[in-house]
Every structure is written in structure tokens, then in C-alpha cells.
């Protein structure tokens, strides 16, 4: 694999901080970082730009200053985190290098100088294999992409001035929404309309719990129900799941959904209907009533 | 305020057929609009019952922008023009030459105080139009807006990220682009499905604009995954010797 000069890395939380500027130096020659949030987090990068703490502008109010460090610095690539902002400032710098973000990236790799990620589509049902055109490549990265690595702390740090900005932060509410690392996780519980209500999801929340595992879901139950926040659906948007266990409880198995799903070493169906093509794509299945099965398995692994 | 809310034509992803080769067949899937763009259109009916103005949509994409039930959908929810762009050339357009041309018709189109657009396509779902147009025209810009304030000529939204929320005021003309919890889009009564048949729509090719487009990126491949082989050990029945089997089956694997 070919390497690339540069890379320069935006980022606002940690986790994707020790991330993509690990991925970065695996990529490139140099890592530079973009950052917001605590200034303690700048690792792995040669120079850092720090743009505060956010608490009294938006992160998308930096977008020209942080075009003016591009246009300064030349990356080949830049790697933003597949995040609300991580998107948006992503689309902003593409725009200006006449080049289109390669987002939800799964895979990324460099191939004859131009960078090639790799990325679902229509719901999962595929993958799509892309690259990029423009003078410089940007992608959004999905969590867990990269394997986190504190290499070396970043010590030239200078500040990144905001410059000018047509959006004004009047207020922050709300706290963070607790975000679920499904990529990352080594167990995950699949909940899907078979469930039947929003309090039976419980069942699954606290069998997860049980095995140290997350809860995902299909996107009938993301979607529709919403029954469970629509990040935590299997199939989309980089939702793809690579745990040693998958436990689809009362998932029918359609093809966009095991296609999120069919990574994991082992899966284990749970639903009532014999017929559901879930039981030809699993490891082991039963049939039966999960309100039932859960809460018993769940006693079972507490002891 | 005259608002131009933006939709894209998709396939019905059910209906995409996966052929031998792991290629997609979408030659049998229907189209429709795409589900996270009715959240856009909606939300400029209520700052239009709210506010007055204009509401009209635009779309972009090859023959398939022109295909009447589509534009009777989108019509029906209220908006009272319809514009696209059409061109062969759209049916393999990214993100960022859907934006060209997008940009290219907005501003032919008079006087738009603020486009809208949903949280991402109903196929690919890269959330990245709006972000780029915005850039684009040089306007101000924002995504995942789950509220929109627009009573006092300026707008005040905010903007639901995973760190909290952000309350914004943002100078007009602007792109806002809204979640998909910002309303429930309105179902359209029979009446307003006649009337939409009678609506204005108005279609221009990309030369009409005077206009080229050009991708940023280049897909190499779309397949669809190969399926792992699966051991497929089934037992029928909740009785606690099947249970308890499943529960070995968790054991092995050292999780707890």
C-alpha cells in the first residue's frame, strides 16, 4: 500500500482523536490535528489546532478557519468522524477542493495515490466500493474503523481563531445523548418487532446486560416503532457489527439486516415463527416465545 | 419567505434484487420519494402556514424526476410548484454534482430566502447535499435541525447532535437541513391528490441551465456482501432443554 504525505484529522471526542490520528499515522507520513472540546486530548499528531471548548460556538462556526489551515497545510487526506459536525465540516472542506466526501467509511485504504473506502448502501443490502476524485480526499470514519493508540502526546499545540461565521450558538442544551459503540462491541442483542411493545424491549436491555453486551435493532423497530433511538439500527449508515456474538431476537432475517450483521462469528436466532428466513442464516436458533426464552437466559448467566 | 425544499427520486430498496454475481438488479424496484425528504417538505408547509411565503420542491435525477406519480406525491403535500432538474447524466451523480446542479436551478429559481433538505437520501444516505449546496451558494448552513423558528425574519433552529443540543441563529438566505424527528410528515387527502395533478412543474435539462456537473468521487464497485455459511442447529420449542441449550451455546463463547 502506497503512503500519503500528509493527513489531517478532525476531531471533538477522544475515542476518535487516539483513532483516526492512529489510523492517520498508519495512512500517511505526517499527522496533523483539528480538534475541539478538552485540550488535553491532542495525541499522535505533529501539530495540533485547538479550537476551544465549544461552550460559546458551534464547532460548524470554524469552518473557515479550518479551511485556512487546510489550504495552509495541503493534506492529501483529511478523516472527520462520521458525526453530525464530522459530517457537515466534511461536505464544507470537499466542497472547497472540488472533491465529494467519502463518508461512512468501513475501510479505507490507498490505492496508486488515490484514497478508496469502502461503505453500505441502499440500506445495507450492499457495499460500495468508492474513490476519491478531488485534489484532496475526505472522509467521514466510522467508529471503530481504526484501533485507538496513544503513540506519542501531541505537545505543539497552537489555538485556531474562529474567524467569521454566519451561524451564532445562543445557547447549549440537553447533555450528550449516550452514544452506543455497536462496531466495538463484542455481543450484541438484536431487537426486532417481534418484541411487539416498547416495554418488552426491556427484556433485551436487561439480557444484554447480563452478557455485557449492546442492544441493536432492525429498522421496522429504529424507524418506525422507535422503540429504540434509529443509531442503534443494523444496516445503516456504518451500523455494521462485527461482535463474536449476534442474538437476533424476534428478527425475521430480511437481506439488508443480515447483510449489518453477517460479520459476527456466531449467530443466535430467537423468534415463534418456524418459517422465518432468520433460521437459515444463523448458527443456532430456537423457536419459540422470546418473553419467555430471554428473561430464563437471563436468570441462567446470573446464575 | 419563499422556501425551496429539495427530494430525490430513490428505489424501493425492498425491491432491489441481488443477482448471482453479488450485482444489484434495480430494474424491477418502483421508485418513490425518498422517506427523510417528506421531513423537509413539511417543514416549509408549517413556516408557510406560519409565516406565508412560497413553498415549492426541486429535484435532480435522470428520467425518473419526471414520472407523474411521483410528482403527484410530492405535490400533494402542499408545496405548489415543482421543479427539477433532469439530465442522463444525474443517474450516476454524487453527492457533489447533485449539488451542482441543485445550485445551478435554486438560482434560477427567484428570490429563495431558505432551502430545505431532509437528513439524507432514502438510498444512499451519505447526509452530505445540503452541507455541500450550502457551500456551495456561500450561504449559511446547518444540519440535523430538529426545530425551526423562522417568526421574526431571522431564523432561530435547533440542532440536535450527539453532544446535546445547540440552540442557532442563522442569517438568511440559508440551507437547513432537518431530521427526521422534526414532524411527521402530513398524508395527503384525496382532494390535495387531484389538486396536485393540476400544480405547476416546471423541468430543465442541465444545459437549460447552463450548467455541467462533475463527480468528486468514482464508485468502483456496488455488491452485495456474500452470506457466511451458517451451522443452522435449530430447536423447536421454549421447552428448558432447548433453552438450556441455547444457554450453553452462550457459555462456550466466554462471555460471561
Given at each position: 500500500?502506497?503512503?500519503?504525505?500528509?493527513?489531517?484529522?478532525?476531531?471533538?471526542?477522544?475515542?476518535?482523536?487516539?483513532?483516526?490520528?492512529?489510523?492517520?499515522?498508519?495512512?500517511?507520513?505526517?499527522?496533523?490535528?483539528?480538534?475541539?472540546?478538552?485540550?488535553?486530548?491532542?495525541?499522535?499528531?505533529?501539530?495540533?489546532?485547538?479550537?476551544?471548548?465549544?461552550?460559546?460556538?458551534?464547532?460548524?462556526?470554524?469552518?473557515?478557519?479550518?479551511?485556512?489551515?487546510?489550504?495552509?497545510?495541503?493534506?492529501?487526506?483529511?478523516?472527520?468522524?462520521?458525526?453530525?459536525?464530522?459530517?457537515?465540516?466534511?461536505?464544507?472542506?470537499?466542497?472547497?477542493?472540488?472533491?465529494?466526501?467519502?463518508?461512512?467509511?468501513?475501510?479505507?485504504?490507498?490505492?496508486?495515490?488515490?484514497?478508496?473506502?469502502?461503505?453500505?448502501?441502499?440500506?445495507?443490502?450492499?457495499?460500495?466500493?468508492?474513490?476519491?476524485?478531488?485534489?484532496?480526499?475526505?472522509?467521514?470514519?466510522?467508529?471503530?474503523?481504526?484501533?485507538?493508540?496513544?503513540?506519542?502526546?501531541?505537545?505543539?499545540?497552537?489555538?485556531?481563531?474562529?474567524?467569521?461565521?454566519?451561524?451564532?450558538?445562543?445557547?447549549?442544551?440537553?447533555?450528550?445523548?449516550?452514544?452506543?459503540?455497536?462496531?466495538?462491541?463484542?455481543?450484541?442483542?438484536?431487537?426486532?418487532?417481534?418484541?411487539?411493545?416498547?416495554?418488552?424491549?426491556?427484556?433485551?436491555?436487561?439480557?444484554?446486560?447480563?452478557?455485557?453486551?449492546?442492544?441493536?435493532?432492525?429498522?421496522?423497530?429504529?424507524?418506525?416503532?422507535?422503540?429504540?433511538?434509529?443509531?442503534?439500527?443494523?444496516?445503516?449508515?456504518?451500523?455494521?457489527?462485527?461482535?463474536?456474538?449476534?442474538?437476533?431476537?424476534?428478527?425475521?432475517?430480511?437481506?439488508?439486516?443480515?447483510?449489518?450483521?453477517?460479520?459476527?462469528?456466531?449467530?443466535?436466532?430467537?423468534?415463534?415463527?418456524?418459517?422465518?428466513?432468520?433460521?437459515?442464516?444463523?448458527?443456532?436458533?430456537?423457536?419459540?416465545?422470546?418473553?419467555?426464552?430471554?428473561p430464563a437466559l437471563t436468570d441462567k448467566i446470573k446464575g | 419567505m419563499n422556501i425551496v425544499a429539495c427530494y430525490k427520486c430513490v428505489p424501493e430498496?425492498?425491491?432491489?434484487?441481488?443477482?448471482?454475481?453479488?450485482?444489484?438488479?434495480?430494474?424491477?424496484?418502483?421508485?418513490?420519494?425518498?422517506?427523510?425528504?417528506?421531513?423537509?417538505?413539511?417543514?416549509?408547509?408549517?413556516?408557510?402556514?406560519?409565516?406565508?411565503?412560497?413553498?415549492?420542491?426541486?429535484?435532480?435525477?435522470?428520467?425518473?424526476?419526471?414520472?407523474?406519480?411521483?410528482?403527484?406525491?410530492?405535490?400533494?403535500?402542499?408545496?405548489?410548484?415543482?421543479?427539477?432538474?433532469?439530465?442522463?447524466?444525474?443517474?450516476?451523480?454524487?453527492?457533489?454534482?447533485?449539488?451542482?446542479?441543485?445550485?445551478?436551478?435554486?438560482?434560477?429559481?427567484?428570490?429563495?430566502?431558505?432551502?430545505?433538505?431532509?437528513?439524507?437520501?432514502?438510498?444512499?444516505?451519505?447526509?452530505?447535499?445540503?452541507?455541500?449546496?450550502?457551500?456551495?451558494?456561500?450561504?449559511?448552513?446547518?444540519?440535523?435541525?430538529?426545530?425551526?423558528?423562522?417568526?421574526?425574519?431571522?431564523?432561530?433552529?435547533?440542532?440536535?447532535?450527539?453532544?446535546?443540543?445547540?440552540?442557532?441563529?442563522?442569517?438568511?438566505?440559508?440551507?437547513?437541513?432537518?431530521?427526521?424527528?422534526?414532524?411527521?410528515?402530513?398524508?395527503?387527502?384525496?382532494?390535495?391528490?387531484?389538486?396536485?395533478?393540476?400544480?405547476?412543474?416546471?423541468?430543465?435539462?442541465?444545459?437549460?441551465?447552463?450548467?455541467?456537473?462533475?463527480?468528486?468521487?468514482?464508485?468502483?464497485?456496488?455488491?452485495?456482501?456474500?452470506?457466511?455459511?451458517?451451522?443452522?442447529?435449530?430447536?423447536?420449542g421454549d421447552s428448558d432443554e432447548n433453552i438450556d441449550e441455547i444457554y450453553k451455546q452462550l457459555r462456550k463463547l466466554n462471555l460471561f
Amino acid at each position: 500500500m502506497s503512503q500519503l504525505k500528509k493527513v489531517l484529522v478532525v476531531a471533538e471526542n477522544e475515542s476518535a482523536i487516539l483513532e483516526l490520528t492512529a489510523g492517520a499515522a498508519f495512512l500517511g507520513e505526517h499527522t496533523e490535528l483539528i480538534y475541539a472540546g478538552n485540550q488535553d486530548m491532542a495525541w499522535n499528531a505533529e501539530i495540533a489546532y485547538y479550537a476551544g471548548d465549544l461552550q460559546d460556538a458551534s464547532f460548524l462556526s470554524y469552518t473557515s478557519a479550518i479551511l485556512s489551515v487546510v489550504n495552509e497545510t495541503q493534506p492529501s487526506l483529511i478523516m472527520t468522524e462520521a458525526t453530525k459536525n464530522g459530517r457537515h465540516l466534511a461536505a464544507a472542506i470537499a466542497t472547497a477542493f472540488n472533491s465529494s466526501v467519502l463518508t461512512d467509511a468501513l475501510e479505507i485504504s490507498v490505492e496508486e495515490n488515490a484514497v478508496v473506502s469502502t461503505r453500505m448502501v441502499y440500506g445495507g443490502a450492499a457495499a460500495k466500493k468508492e474513490k476519491s476524485l478531488g485534489g484532496i480526499a475526505v472522509t467521514c470514519v466510522g467508529a471503530g474503523v481504526f484501533e485507538a493508540k496513544q503513540i506519542k502526546k501531541t505537545k505543539n499545540i497552537s489555538p485556531l481563531n474562529m474567524g467569521e461565521s454566519k451561524i451564532r450558538l445562543l445557547e447549549r442544551r440537553g447533555k450528550a445523548v449516550k452514544t452506543v459503540n455497536l462496531s466495538a462491541a463484542k455481543c450484541v442483542v438484536g431487537v426486532g418487532r417481534g418484541f411487539g411493545s416498547a416495554e418488552n424491549v426491556d427484556i433485551a436491555k436487561r439480557f444484554a446486560e447480563a452478557l455485557g453486551g449492546e442492544v441493536g435493532c432492525s429498522r421496522p423497530v429504529g424507524e418506525e416503532e422507535k422503540w429504540l433511538p434509529k443509531e442503534t439500527y443494523l444496516g445503516i449508515s456504518g451500523v455494521m457489527i462485527k461482535p463474536d456474538v449476534y442474538i437476533a431476537c424476534g428478527i425475521s432475517g430480511q437481506v439488508q439486516h443480515m447483510t449489518g450483521v453477517n460479520q459476527a462469528k456466531t449467530i443466535i436466532a430467537i423468534n415463534k415463527d418456524k418459517g422465518a428466513p432468520i433460521f437459515e442464516k444463523c448458527d443456532y436458533g430456537i423457536v419459540g416465545d422470546l418473553k419467555k426464552i430471554l428473561p430464563a437466559l437471563t436468570d441462567k448467566i446470573k446464575g | 419567505m419563499n422556501i425551496v425544499a429539495c427530494y430525490k427520486c430513490v428505489p424501493e430498496e425492498e425491491e432491489i434484487e441481488i443477482k448471482g454475481n453479488q450485482t444489484l438488479d434495480l430494474s424491477k424496484a418502483q421508485w418513490k420519494v425518498g422517506q427523510y425528504d417528506l421531513n423537509a417538505v413539511e417543514a416549509g408547509m408549517q413556516i408557510y402556514e406560519e409565516v406565508g411565503g412560497t413553498v415549492s420542491v426541486l429535484t435532480a435525477g435522470d428520467a425518473v424526476v419526471d414520472n407523474s406519480k411521483l410528482r403527484k406525491s410530492i405535490l400533494s403535500r402542499g408545496p405548489e410548484q415543482m421543479y427539477a432538474v433532469k439530465d442522463e447524466a444525474l443517474n450516476v451523480a454524487d453527492s457533489y454534482a447533485t449539488a451542482q446542479a441543485l445550485k445551478s436551478a435554486i438560482n434560477k429559481i427567484d428570490n429563495v430566502d431558505l432551502v430545505l433538505c431532509g437528513e439524507g437520501s432514502g438510498d444512499i444516505y451519505s447526509q452530505q447535499v445540503g452541507s455541500v449546496l450550502g457551500s456551495m451558494l456561500g450561504w449559511a448552513c446547518v444540519n440535523s435541525v430538529g426545530k425551526i423558528n423562522a417568526a421574526n425574519g431571522n431564523l432561530i433552529v435547533e440542532r440536535s447532535i450527539e453532544s446535546g443540543m445547540e440552540v442557532l441563529e442563522i442569517s438568511l438566505p440559508a440551507v437547513v437541513c432537518v431530521t427526521s424527528d422534526i414532524n411527521i410528515p402530513r398524508i395527503p387527502a384525496m382532494k390535495d391528490i387531484l389538486g396536485a395533478g393540476k400544480k405547476n412543474a416546471t423541468v430543465w435539462s442541465l444545459s437549460e441551465l447552463n450548467t455541467e456537473i462533475k463527480n468528486g468521487s468514482d464508485t468502483i464497485s456496488i455488491l452485495a456482501p456474500e452470506q457466511t455459511e451458517r451451522l443452522q442447529t435449530i430447536y423447536e420449542g421454549d421447552s428448558d432443554e432447548n433453552i438450556d441449550e441455547i444457554y450453553k451455546q452462550l457459555r462456550k463463547l466466554n462471555l460471561f
